[in-house]
């Protein structure tokens, strides 16, 4: 069975103070890592799609990396508007499926001004 | 480009009552998924859907839910009779071919009293 653990919890940053957000996943045949942004009271919005262990990914300033046990989503000088709750997911190949994620609980950030 | 639309956004109800969630997927997306989201266990796949066909129903938690999707653009998620643990966050999301991320829509927050 697909595992995803996202740590931490809850992060609180100040403005422009960089860090970074863990994804730990046990998988059957990766075809892909998935993080979505989730604001409160809206659906997740997709941010990145990672394949393969090396690989990077960047947006504005979010990068989103991957080895072969997990990926970090480094934010630098992070914004107020980039608060939010930070969905990491799996999609393996267990049963032939080529769409099931499996999701991990959140890492809920706070950038204080 | 519109997203996936749900409706209603919110809905509370007394135990018992049959509940009607509706979704339209995003245009040209052939599959669509139904999730549900709690404090407790985080996103869970309900229902799976590739060109109107239900595909993986596993998810779905006992026979008192049922969804359907008529035609490529409109889907349903019912629960009859309703209970107090379904209270949630029902998702609704969208994929297109070849390899696409899964798109959501807002969700329906879902009270039962």
């Known amino acids: 069975e697909d595992q995803v653990t996202q740590s931490p919890e809850a992060l609180r940053l100040q403005e422009g103070e960089s860090s970074s957000l863990n994804c730990s996943y046990t998988v059957s045949g990766l075809r892909g890592l998935f993080w979505y942004r989730q604001d409160p009271g809206k659906g997740p919005e997709f941010l990145f799609t990672?394949?393969?262990a090396g690989e990077e990914k960047e947006k504005e300033r979010l990068k989103a990396t991957l080895t072969k046990k997990e990926s970090f989503l480094h934010i630098t000088a992070p914004k107020p508007e980039d608060s939010a709750t930070y969905l990491c997911?799996?999609?393996?190949?267990?049963?032939?499926?080529?769409?099931?994620?499996?999701f991990g609980k959140g890492t809920l950030l706070t950038v204080n001004p | 480009d519109a997203g996936v639309i749900q409706s209603p956004r919110h809905e509370v109800t007394e135990m018992g009552q049959e509940v009607t969630l509706r979704c339209k997927p995003i245009?040209?997306?052939?599959?669509l998924f139904w999730y549900r989201q709690t404090m407790m266990r985080g996103l869970e796949l309900l229902i799976y859907f590739n060109n109107n066909v239900p595909i993986d129903d596993s998810g779905m938690p006992e026979d008192r839910f049922s969804a359907k999707m008529p035609n490529a653009s409109f889907s349903t998620l019912k629960i009859q009779p309703s209970e107090p643990r379904d209270s949630a966050v029902y998702f609704c999301a969208s994929r297109g071919t070849g390899g696409q991320p899964q798109h959501f829509g807002d969700g329906t927050r879902l009270s039962i009293l």
């Open positions: 990672l394949y393969s």
């Open positions: 997911a799996v999609q393996g190949d267990s049963g032939g499926s080529n769409y099931k994620l499996t």
């Open positions: 245009s040209g997306h052939n599959s």
